[in-house]
């Protein structure tokens, strides 16, 4: 199977996200988007990008967009770093 859509499903905080790879030129496109003019990571943006192409939640066996949002209804913000975490070592692995 190649990498672009590969996926995996993944539960945190009793959520079931669903990660899919966007493939190679996305994920460096996922990259650059996310820097500023001086080639700083801009975290903010970063998210939004994997939110976008890479993370979904899943709910009634559907997949569907997360975004910041979504991680307000846990009581702290561990699951929202977690998923990240998951996100960008399943795509950059």
Request: net charge negative; charged share 35%; glycine share 6%.
């Amino acid at each position: 199977m190649s990498i672009k859509g590969k996926q995996e499903k993944k539960e945190f905080g009793g959520d079931t996200f669903l990660f899919q790879h966007p493939g190679i030129e996305k994920a460096v496109q996922i990259q650059d988007n996310s820097r500023d003019e001086n080639g700083n990571r801009v975290a903010e943006d970063f998210y939004k990008e994997l939110f976008e192409h890479v993370i979904f939640v899943v709910e009634d066996d559907i997949p569907q967009k997360v975004n910041m949002a979504h991680f307000e209804k846990y009581d702290s913000m561990k699951v929202f770093t977690d998923v990240l975490k998951h996100a960008t070592k399943f795509i950059f692995r």
